[in-house]
Every structure is written in C-alpha cells, then in structure tokens.
C-alpha cells in the first residue's frame, strides 16, 4: 500500500511540475534555461535571503581553496544571466533551481533541501511600477488555477476550490487590520476570508516600526513609494490551505532594485560594504537590465496541488528522526 500511494504521488508529481513549468513559461514568455548548484562565494551572486542565513561553503582544491557556495536562490544570478544572453524587454528565463538553506527550521512546510522555479524578466524602466506587478501576479495566479483544475482531472479527490480572482494588500494594510496578531497569524486571517492573496511591501518598515517579513536589500526593491502611495514593488502570493487550515506561502517576487534603490536599502540594512561586489558594481554602474522575477517552490506547489500535510510527501528531504516517527504515527507517506 505504501509503494502504491508514493508511486501515485509522485504521477502527480510530475504532473504539477510539468503543468505548472509549461504554463508559467508561456504566460510570462520565458525561455527555459540551464542554471548553476554552485557560484564563487566573493562574486555576491548568492542570495541572504532575509540576511542571516548562511549558505553551505567550501573550498575548491583545483582553484587554489578558492571559497564557493551552493545556492541559496538565484535572485541575483538571473539578472546578470539576462544580460550575458541579451534577453529584450518583455521576454525573460526560467530556470529549475535546486538549492539548500542548512539554516531552515525544518517542519512540514520547510526542508533544507529547496527547489524551485526561479525566474527573470527584463523590463523597462517605465514598468518599474506597482501596475506592472501586479499585472504579472495576475498571470502568475491564472497558471496556479489552471494547474489545480488539470490536476483534479486526474486526481478528482483534489477537488479545486480556488477563488477566480486573487486580492491585493499591503502589509501595511494588514497590520492595520489585525494589530494584536503576528504576521503569520494576519496572514491565516486573510488567507482563510479571501482564499488567494498578494501581500505588498515585504521587506518595507511598518508604521509600528516592524516589518511584516525581512527581505535581503539587493533584489527586491521594498523602499521605493508607488503610484498608490504606499512603499513596495514586491510581495508574496498566499493561498488559503484547507488541510492545513491556514496561510500557505507559493511564491516571494518583485520588482527588482534599481541603482538608487539598492543604495538605499543597503544603508537600511547596515551593509554598504556590498556595494563593492561585482553583482553590486555592476548594477550600481547601469550595466545590468531592469528587471523582475521571482521564485516559486515546486514541492510547495505540489504539496498544495495533491493536498498533502508534509512536505516531505513530495520529496526526499532530511529530517530529525523524531520528525519522521511523529509523522509515520498521523499516518503521513514519508519519501
């Protein structure tokens, strides 16, 4: 029974992954493309995520010791990779990263193992604008949907329950709303009145003094005041999860930083010093394409497209044998 119910996981499995990756690429007009496990831990390529976890390091023998790092995301990597391979405004890349985060708490939403589909497209700077954000979050949720109803087609037990159209709000707005919650809890309360939603502005310092959630300076850009007067061009998709019966993050992106964005945001950050990286020199001298991008967890995906309680019933991670005990006990698949 149980090599039964993994081999039918894993025919959904890539069933996700291949709905999903064909969709995104033909909505967003991405060209699929090769990418890096490994890049030089002094080139600044790496993402800091929310700035304190640290990646896997070591030396490489043939290279004299030189430090090289497994990635954490490919926030940065994509961008100069749209730019070595001369993509043009409105076109961007996909690429089917794999990474590990040996700082992640692991649990049924996190693993140390990450994959993802991480993506880059190139913009002009007059897009660099809350409508053009959230005009791609809007195709980004029409491929989520389309891939839960193919899904169910197979698997009728999945039945879809998505809403139509997903909601936009600022983190600032959700405080407002909830100011006795945390973040997650604010976000649960949201996630469960209106099913899917974008929360902008992660990263940007609340009216309280807080941030909903951190975000790395270099990436993203999370200071810049948009056209609605509120400060963000980034967020997090969030749907609203039946099984778990609470706020189910898929998706980090944005619109990426610009020269005096990233300057600003690094002096929030207390971390200047990056700036004399080549990511950062390059970037800062006008050599890099505006952009925007994101990254999509694949097994998160597939978690919540199969309704599974455990994201290691979606792929092999590792975890605390007290973890696999306590799951094996609520009668939870294990790969």
């Known amino acids: 029974m149980k090599a039964h119910e993994i081999i039918r996981t894993e025919e ?32 600044g390529l790496n993402d800091n995520l929310n700035g304190e976890e640290r990646p896997v390091r070591f030396p490489l023998r043939m290279f004299n010791g030189q430090q090289a790092e497994v990635v954490q995301s490919l926030a940065k990597w994509k961008r100069l990779r749209l730019r ?3 993509i043009e405004p409105g076109r961007g890349i996909l690429t089917d990263m794999r990474a590990l985060r040996p700082d992640e708490e692991t649990g049924p939403l996190h693993s140390v193992y990450v994959d993802q589909w991480d993506w880059e497209k190139h913009i002009t700077p007059e897009e660099r ?28 037990e999945t039945e879809p329950f998505l809403p139509r159209e997903i909601t936009f709000i600022h983190a600032e707005e959700l405080r407002r709303r909830y100011p006795d919650l945390s973040p997650g809890r604010r976000e649960t309360k949201a996630a469960r009145q209106y099913g899917a939603l974008f929360i ?20 993203d850009d999370w200071i810049t005041e948009n ?12 749907l609203w999860n039946p099984v778990l019966e609470r706020a189910f993050e898929v998706s980090s992106m944005g619109i990426r930083v610009d020269p005096g964005s990233l300057l600003k945001q690094l002096a929030v950050r207390g971390c200047m010093e990056r700036k004399n990286l080549p990511f950062h ?24 497209m199969l309704r599974k309680r455990h994201i290691g019933e979606v792929h092999v991670g590792f975890w605390p044998p007290e973890m696999i005990s306590e799951a094996r006990s609520m009668g939870i698949i294990m790969m």
């Open 12 to 43: 959904g499995i890539r069933l996700v992954k291949d709905t999903f990756s064909r969709e995104l690429a033909k909505e967003l007009d991405l060209i699929p493309i090769s990418s890096p496990l490994i890049v030089a831990h002094d080139s």
């Open 281 to 304: 020199r390059m970037l800062l001298e006008g050599k890099l394409p505006q952009s925007m991008g994101g990254g999509i967890g694949q097994s998160r995906m597939c978690m919540f």
């Open 200 to 219: 902008i502005g992660i990263g940007t310092e609340l009216s309280d003094g807080s941030m909903h959630d951190g975000r790395a300076p270099d990436y």
């Open 227 to 238: 056209e609605e007067g509120t400060t963000g061009l980034n967020g997090d998709i969030i």
């Open 84 to 86: 070595e391979l001369e």
């Open 129 to 156: 604008s809350l409508k053009t954000l959230r005009a791609t979050v809007e195709k980004i949720y029409r491929v989520i949907r389309f891939t839960e109803q193919t899904v169910a087609r197979r698997f009728p």
